[in-house]
């Protein structure tokens, strides 16, 4: 069993109930804790929502949020990495260590520019090497994401 405490994917606001079921079942696999920040785009008794975790939920600590604000303020800011198109340091710059949070904007929006401002220092990007493609899917990103920190960690 692991002795370390587990990652954390934080989606703000999902909108896409197939992207939030895809991530809660990265989430289950890998013992990642998903928290998911409200308003929600859906509702968790979504159809597409339940297809995209299978038969996955019972394995997956979902913690909710009523507000960015409150987890905000409910985290360490250290252990808080923000993952956005508007910056040029890529992911894999960041060094992660279990426990830390991995957090996610929505997928037409992104993450608010207020956040993006108080916590520059914290902003990562994936590189996207042609210019015509400006973002990849939420679900995919948040599993390179994790697994570059879960990478980073191996045999810790």
Known sequence: MNSHPPF??????????????????L?????????????????TDDKHLKRAGLDYWQFVDIRYWDSLDQFLAAQEET???????????SYTEAHFQPGDFLVFGKETKGLPEEVL?????????????????????????????LYEALRQNLGR
């Open 27 to 43: 989430c289950g696999a890998t013992h990642t804790v998903l928290h998911l920040v409200r308003p929600l785009g859906f509702s």
């Open 117 to 145: 401002k108080l916590y520059h220092d914290r902003c990562y990007t994936l590189p996207m090497p042609n210019p015509n493609i400006r973002s990849l899917n939420l679900a995919m990103t948040a599993g390179i994401v």
């Open 79 to 89: 252990r808080l990495f923000f993952f956005t198109t508007k910056v040029a340091a």
């Open 8 to 25: 954390n994917i934080v989606l703000i606001e999902p909108e896409i109930p197939p992207n939030t079921g895809s991530i809660a079942r």
